[in-house]
């Protein structure tokens, strides 16, 4: 995500440090991705709590839409299976403790 961030040109100067902690690897990549979904999965049902008010510089909210559609098509040109879905990414840099909510309509 940072690296998409770094891409469209948004400076990302209030990004924690962070550390590698563990690197996977296998040598299916269908075995990677099952995990990568699962790990997906888990983390967006993670409650999310902060114990303590931050003060930043600079507040800014970040937000990335990504649309991503995988279809099959027959030789025919006839569309065998679709998938679709749309990744909203949000990272935000807001001084205090502040509600924040995303709306987003259907269209």
């Known amino acids: ?10 400076p990302l100067e209030h990004a ?9 690897a296998s040598t299916s990549f269908e075995d990677m991705k ?5 790990i997906e999965e888990k983390l967006f049902k993670i409650e ?3 114990d ?15 649309d991503e559609v995988y279809v099959e098509q027959d030789d025919k040109g006839h569309i065998e299976k679709q998938i ?6 949000f990272i935000s840099f807001l001084t205090g403790m502040p509600q924040v909510e995303l709306g987003v309509n259907d269209m």
């Open 52 to 66: 303590r008010a931050l003060t930043y510089k600079t507040e800014e909210c970040q937000l990335t839409a990504v």
């Open 1 to 10: 995500f940072a690296s998409d961030m770094k891409k469209l040109g948004v």
């Open 16 to 24: 924690p440090q962070i550390s590698e902690l563990l690197k996977l």
């Open 48 to 50: 999310v709590s902060r």
């Open 34 to 38: 099952m995990f990568s979904s699962c």
């Open 84 to 89: 679709c879905r749309v990744r909203v990414f």
